[in-house]
Each structure stands twice: as structure tokens, then as C-alpha cells.
């Protein structure tokens, strides 16, 4: 069992807020990253995070933010929150050896009014 | 381009064996996976293949591998209701080692 944790699970907000999505893994994984997922729908990676300080974007373009702190922190944030930013977001965690096997949070469904 | 694919929708009687397909594009991936994600939640690691194998087997678990047809294959035996999710098949490429997963197949299963 993956210990990679994500609050809140659920949340709803009036557009224009700025909101943090948390994620935390107690892995000591490097590797952290988080994606985007329509409801049934598939996954587009939208950040990750080789390690502390390194952030990058992934392949589904978003107004969202990341920073690398510290190895088991990976925050989400979006200063301006829009109805089309309505979505579930996953965040992953992986360490390097072997099949480099990504284990997923629980995600934050997102809602923006 | 990178690209996976999955038959959307399927439908099987409790106890019988549910055989899921994929395809994908990427003749270089390293390694391919299953992921089970229920309503609500993450997804969960079923199990993974390396691309030198055949087939992996892991309790009620079969994973095939045709590399030259880019197909791969789950097979659960004795398909229960807990067993009703969507599952997603992942190829690891690309230039950093990133997951592309299909769309996902919707697995339904009735008395």
C-alpha cells in the first residue's frame, strides 16, 4: 500500500479564489507528479518534479503552479480559479530503480462555480 | 506520436474470465502497467510488465506481451463484482521517463 496522501478529497469554490492542492508522500520517493483527469476520462500529465527544486510542466498545458520544497511535499496551486479548471487532479509519486512504478494519491475532485 | 488505446466498455458474468486489450505506439517503452481506478479514487497499481517478457502471471492476473504487435492483454479469471472499475494501460517513454495511459476500459460486471 502506497503511502502518498492529498487533501482536500473534494472541493468547491467560487471562480476567481486562489486555491492549494496538497500532496505528501512518505515513500522518500524523488519522483512526484501530478495529473489531470475528466471524470472516466484519461490522464494528462500536467507537472512533475525530478527532485527538491525541480519542477516541470508536463504535456497538458495549465494555469496551475508546483513547487519542490521538500523531497515528500509536491503543492498544486492555482491563483485564480475558473469553471474550466473543474476537474479530478491526481498526484503520483515514483522512485527511480527499476520500473520506476508510479503510486497515486486518492485525488481532489475539483469543482469551480 | 506516443499513443494508447483501449477498447472503451466491457461487460462479463461474475465468474467468468475478463480478458482487457491494449495497443500501444511506442515500440521503445521500457515497461507497460495496469492500473485499476475505482469510482472516486486513484489509481492502483495492478501490475507491471518489462517489455522483454511474454507474460507475467499474478494470482487471478495474466498479463500478456506480443512486442511485435504492440498488444498487451489483462486477464482476470473468475471475474468478481469487486472487480467492476475502469482500468487504464500505461506505456513508460518518452524523454523523462513519463507514463502515457489509454483512455481507460470501463470493466462492468453482472450477476
Known amino acids: ?113 | 506520436g506516443e499513443d494508447v488505446e483501449q477498447s472503451l466498455f466491457l461487460s462479463v458474468r461474475e465468474g467468468d474470465s475478463s480478458v482487457i486489450n491494449c495497443t500501444y505506439t511506442d515500440s521503445s517503452s521500457t515497461y507497460l502497467y495496469w492500473y485499476k481506478q475505482e469510482p472516486g479514487a486513484g489509481l492502483q497499481l495492478l501490475t507491471y510488465i518489462f517489455s522483454n517478457m511474454d507474460m507475467k502471471q499474478d494470482q487471478r492476473l495474466t498479463v500478456l506481451l506480443n512486442k511485435k504487435d504492440k498488444h498487451l492483454s489483462l486477464r482476470i479469471a473468475d471475474t468478481q463484482t469487486g472487480d467492476s472499475a475502469i482500468y487504464f494501460c500505461a506505456e513508460r517513454g518518452g524523454g523523462y521517463n513519463k507514463l502515457i495511459f489509454g483512455a481507460g476500459t470501463r470493466l462492468a460486471v453482472h450477476p
Not at chain 1, 17 to 28: A, F, P, R, V, W
Not at chain 1, 75 to 82: F, G, I, K, M, Y
Not at chain 1, 91 to 110: E, I, K, M, N
Request: with cysteine; hydrophobic share 30%; aromatic share 10%.
Open chain 1, 1 to 113: 500500500e502506497a503511502d502518498i496522501y492529498q487533501t482536500p478529497r473534494y472541493l468547491v469554490i467560487g471562480t476567481g479564489k486562489k486555491i492549494t492542492l496538497e500532496c505528501s508522500q512518505t515513500m522518500g520517493h524523488d519522483k512526484m507528479y501530478w495529473y489531470q483527469q475528466d471524470p472516466g476520462m484519461e490522464l494528462h500529465l500536467i507537472h512533475y518534479s525530478y527532485g527538491v527544486n525541480s519542477t516541470e510542466k508536463g504535456d497538458l498545458s495549465s494555469e496551475s503552479t508546483v513547487s519542490r520544497i521538500r523531497t515528500e511535499h509536491f503543492p498544486l496551486t492555482l491563483e485564480s480559479a475558473r469553471p474550466s479548471h473543474t476537474s479530478q487532479y491526481l498526484c503520483a509519486s515514483s522512485v527511480v530503480v527499476g520500473a520506476d512504478t508510479q503510486y497515486f494519491g486518492p485525488g481532489t475532485r475539483l469543482t469551480v462555480l
